[in-house]
């Protein structure tokens, strides 16, 4: 197999990789957004609808950041050298799905 040019890697994964993060922390700073709008709703409200209004879409959120974190788990093993097959190296297993924060490493 032929080693693909430094180039390439560029345009293919690392260039990607950074517009990813970018959304990201877009999608950061519309979340810190809505969550200063909950909190004002919750002080002006003093019922308690507001968090059965918003639980699904919560849950959709959560849903899709542990399956995000899964595959930034299996982009860094996957970018490791593959001498590096040690265990907790794959999203399989259960060492990699902890949050970057709860890992001893």
Do not use: H, W
Request: charged residues 30%.
């Amino acid at each position: 197999m032929t080693e693909a040019c430094p180039a390439n890697l560029e345009l293919v994964i690392a260039l990607p990789l950074g517009v990813v993060a970018n959304q990201l922390r877009r999608i950061e700073t519309d979340l810190r957004f809505l969550n200063i709008k909950a909190l004002t709703y919750a002080n002006e409200r003093e019922n308690g609808d507001l968090a059965a209004k918003i639980a699904g879409g919560l849950e959709k959120i959560n849903e899709a950041l542990e399956l995000i974190r899964r595959l930034v788990a299996d982009i860094e093993a996957n970018t490791q050298p593959t001498s590096a097959s040690q265990p907790g190296t794959s999203s399989r297993d259960p060492a990699s799905r902890r949050s970057f924060t709860d890992r001893d490493d």
